[in-house]
């Protein structure tokens, strides 16, 4: 494919933020409804009150969960899906990168990355270097949900092209693997205690080669 073609995170997700709420609702609620995501994080979340979300993009998860007594901050390198999240008038944004997050050590009670926030991170010390982060911003015990491709899919593999239709064009950035193994590493390093290896969105099914996410649920340790 030629490098021209290939958009950065950054840019992809600008272009993508008209469609982005109409694309999803077209695709991923088909799998996972939004009363049933409502109702998964709401049970996840029962206890805590400050909650960031990691690549928030339009604020959709915020948004589903705003009216439940938590207060949300939302992060994205994004620009333009922010400005459709901030129309909304739940939560709080700030438009930051996660490899630097803007906030002071132990302010979180909880964090969560859905539907491939942290997917463009290329190697393995950016990685590390994102949840050495989020575990700074979480206050002790706080919860971690990170939710991405699994890398032993077919389509996926080390790097992976995601392309999407923004209107009638189709655009496409890269995407990276998070191999279990390498997940189960840097949540060690970085004081995480993995609670869950989860395989699918009806958020029971045990992770396996031949799931279709990787889903991890882990807190910092006290
Ligand atoms: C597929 S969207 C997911 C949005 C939202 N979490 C959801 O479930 O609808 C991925 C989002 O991650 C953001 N993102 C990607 N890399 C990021 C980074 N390094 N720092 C902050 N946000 C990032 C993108 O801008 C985009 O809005």
Redesign the pocket.
């Known amino acids: 494919m030629p490098e021209k073609d290939i958009l950065s995170?950054?840019a992809f997700?600008d272009e993508m933020a008209p469609y982005y709420d109409e694309y999803?609702a077209s695709t991923r609620y088909k799998f996972f409804k939004p009363e049933d995501e409502a109702k998964f994080f709401n049970e996840l979340f029962k206890g805590r009150r400050l909650i960031l979300?990691?690549?928030?993009?339009?604020g959709?998860?915020i948004r589903l969960l705003g009216r439940c007594g938590y207060k949300f901050v939302g992060?994205?390198?994004?620009k333009k899906?922010l400005q459709i999240a901030k129309g909304f008038k739940q939560g709080s944004y700030v438009l930051?990168?996660?490899?630097h997050l803007p906030f002071l050590d132990s302010t979180f009670d909880a964090a969560f990355?859905?539907?491939?926030?942290v997917s463009?991170?290329k190697t393995f010390d950016e990685k590390l270097q994102v949840f050495k982060e989020i575990s700074r911003a979480l206050k002790p015990r706080g919860l971690l949900f990170i939710d991405v491709r699994n890398p032993y899919r077919r389509d996926t593999g080390e790097t992976f092209v995601v392309e999407w239709p923004a209107g009638k064009k189709k655009i496409k950035t890269m995407g990276y693997a998070l191999w279990p193994k390498d997940a189960r590493e840097i949540l060690r390093e970085n004081q995480f205690k993995l609670k869950h290896l989860l395989g699918d969105y009806d958020l029971k099914e045990k992770y396996t080669k031949g799931s279709k996410r990787l889903i991890i649920i882990a807190s910092k340790k006290p």
Do not use: E, N, Q, Y
């Open positions: 995170p950054t997700w999803v979300d990691l690549g928030c993009g339009t959709r998860t992060i994205d390198i994004s899906m930051a990168d996660i490899r990355s859905l539907h491939g926030g463009h991170l």
